[in-house]
């Protein structure tokens, strides 16, 4: 989406920021994957847009 900017911040594999703005929808999703470290070892984020960001962090916090 042209209208939405993300940076997500990343430390040892794990999430530990994010900034989206335009789309506060992804937030929570977002907020759970910092809040549970979820693990992102063998994820290359720089080749998913933001949607597949999302959808796999959705996949990977209903797994735990």
Known sequence: DDNT?????LQNNRIIGAIIIGDSRSS????????????????????LSLEQTISTLRELTNKK
Do not use: C, N, P
Request: proline content about 0%; aromatic content about 8%.
């Open 5 to 9: 900017y993300s940076k997500i911040l």
């Open 28 to 47: 929570s999703v977002f907020k759970r994957a910092i809040e549970e470290r979820i693990d992102l070892t063998g994820l290359s984020l720089k080749e």
